[in-house]
């Protein structure tokens, strides 16, 4: 029952066949992408084998201060990424907000998560807290990057609205209430909708993968609901403190709209 299947090369050859499946697709279809999964089919690769030999150095040394370097690290990359994926101009005070909301919001989860929920001892032990920290920051940066740009199109499509809405007396916060429950609601659907089809249209590749490992199905499932659900915590806790503090970046002391803000936006090109 425990005994692990390991996969040697020719296996792992055979799997590529999947690849070479799709190329064919794409060349009788004529659609010009065989470069991109050449490229993605490469980095892919050499990007997991990389990380499959620093993670094992990783877990043998069990380091505090390189667990430390290696979250400080999955923080910088993908708030860098967030930067990248939005479509808009950021202002500085917005970037700033999306730093503050993925620090606070992804450390809390992780220490809440491995502290409490698993109660790994000591807490830095690294065949736990990294994988944990890669899955939640992971999917918070993609929750942030799907709020940012939701807030921002909705702050400056209705910009009109949200100017009558102050002239009336209208609170800033009152203002752009619907706006932020809007980015909000866009930003923690994909995980809400990953959570309706889980264990009936598909099994999520952390259990599988220990499944195959050789784990107990209920272990496997117990953890695999456990890191679920931090994920939904993260995720919401990440992004209603960025909704809440983005919205501010729209507004002057005076309780306007930011008019050198929202130009900022109107040039989409980066």
């Known amino acids: 029952m425990n005994d692990i299947i390991e996969l040697g090369f020719w296996q792992m050859a055979a799997a590529y ?26 980095r892919m690769t050499l990007q997991l ?23 400080i690290f999955m923080q910088v990359f993908a708030v860098r990424n967030i930067f990248r994926r939005v479509k808009y101009r950021l202002s500085k005070r917005i970037k700033q907000m999306i730093m503050f909301s993925m620090a606070a919001g992804t450390l809390t989860s992780i220490f809440y998560f491995i502290i409490v929920v698993v109660q790994v001892s000591p807490w830095f032990e690294a065949r736990y807290f990294i994988p944990i920290a890669g ?7 993609t929750g942030i990057s799907l709020g ?5 199109e909705g702050m400056y499509d209705q910009r009109a609205h949200i100017e009558s809405a102050l002239m009336l ?30 264990g009936i249209v598909f099994l999520p ?11 107990s199905p209920v272990t496997a499932i117990q953890y695999q609901i456990a890191i679920m659900l931090g994920i939904v915590g993260c995720v919401s806790l990440t992004v209603i403190l960025f909704v809440q503090l983005g919205y501010k970046a729209f507004f002057t002391d005076r309780a306007q709209l930011d008019k050198k803000e929202l130009l900022l936006i109107s040039s989409k090109e980066k």
Do not use: C
């Not at 899955?135 to 940066?141: A, E, R, V």
């Not at 940012?148 to 921002?152: F, G, S, Y």
């Not at 209430?177 to 980015?183: L, S, T």
């Not at 609601?185 to 959570?195: E, Y």
């Open 17 to 42: 066949v999947f690849i070479v499946l799709l190329f064919l697709i794409i060349k009788a279809r004529g659609i010009n992408r065989e470069k991109e999964l050449f490229i993605g089919t490469v």
């Open 148 to 152: 940012v740009q939701r807030l921002v």
């Open 49 to 71: 084998v990389l990380a499959g030999y620093i993670l094992a150095y990783l877990f043998e040394a069990n380091n505090v201060w390189l667990v430390i370097l290696v979250v």
């Open 169 to 198: 007396g209208a609170h800033p916060k009152k203002a752009s209430e619907r706006i932020v429950n809007q980015a909000f609601d866009a930003a923690i659907l994909p995980t809400i909708n990953s959570m309706v089809g889980m």
């Open 135 to 141: 899955m939640l920051i992971g999917n918070s940066m």
């Open 205 to 215: 590749g952390m259990m599988t993968g220990q499944i195959l490992a050789g784990l």
